[in-house]
T-cell receptor, first 113, second 115 residues
Framework: SQQGEEDPQALSIQEGENATMNCSYK?????LQWYRQNSGRGLVHLIL?????REKHSGRLRVTLDTSKKSSSLLITASRAADTASYFC?????????????FGTGTQLKVEL | NAGVMQNPRHLVRRRGQEARLRCSPM?????VYWYRQLPEEGLKFMVY????????ESGMPKERFSAEFPKEGPSILRIQQVVRGDSAAYFC?????????????FGPGTRLTVL
């Protein structure tokens, strides 16, 4: 398996519900970032959490980081149809010499009306 | 403040032709990264450049692929003698010169189709 794997691969929920996506990684990191990608489009940066942080909020987004378990979660509260997209976590490996990001395969979220 | 610009957005080439993909980073950003995304997959790192320097090309195929970021002008990813397996979306990202490394901002991508 590769660095930065998301779970589940696909998630379908009703509008208004919360969506939780998880990410696991293998190496020590400087930071972990979550991105959103709408079908056929570029990536939109959502949130960055550093290795010394445990939780971060941005609007309806809440990200947690557990470096002991090498895992992160992204929670989207009160989901909307416009949240339908693929969500990727990306890690910046400590000692990597630059910020080469390693992406997971993503979680496809579908929010239905 | 314009975001990361990439052109063309779509590029169609026949096998054996050359593909040139361009990326202009955000204003004030001195780091450029190229990633490739195959269908239904996540992004894979290819190369990291600063002005006139290749810092990390560990993700670049050994043959046919090259990248540059000249003192003036955009960064260029060049693929020579394209094959069908090169068909993918190629994304460029940029970040400012910060320590520790910070957020990467992505362009809209160039979708390469090799016929």
């Amino acid at each position: 398996s590769q660095q930065g794997e998301e779970d589940p691969q696909a998630l379908s929920i009703q509008e208004g519900e919360n969506a939780t996506m998880n990410c696991s990684y293998k190496t020590s990191i400087n930071n972990l970032q979550w991105y959103r990608q709408n079908s056929g489009r570029g990536l939109v940066h959502l949130i960055l959490i550093r290795s010394n942080e445990r939780e971060k909020h941005s609007g309806r987004l809440r990200v947690t980081l557990d470096t002991s378990k090498k895992s992160s979660s992204l929670l989207i509260t009160a989901s909307r149809a416009a949240d339908t997209a693929s969500y990727f976590c990306a890690t910046d490996e400590k000692g990597g010499g630059g910020n080469k990001l390693t992406f997971g395969t993503g979680t496809q979220l579908k929010v239905e009306l | 403040n314009a975001g990361v610009m990439q052109n063309p957005r779509h590029l169609v080439r026949r096998r054996g032709q050359e593909a040139r993909l361009r990326c202009s980073p955000m204003k004030g950003h001195s780091h450029v990264y190229w990633y490739r995304q195959l269908p239904e997959e996540g992004l894979k790192f290819m190369v990291y450049l600063q002005k006139e320097n290749i810092i990390d090309e560990s993700g670049m195929p050994k043959e046919r692929f090259s990248a540059e970021f000249p003192k003036e002008g955009p960064s260029i990813l060049r693929i020579q003698q394209v094959v069908r397996g090169d068909s993918a979306a190629y994304f460029c990202a940029s970040s400012p010169l910060t320590h520790p490394p910070d957020t990467q901002y992505f362009g809209p991508g160039t979708r390469l189709t090799v016929l």
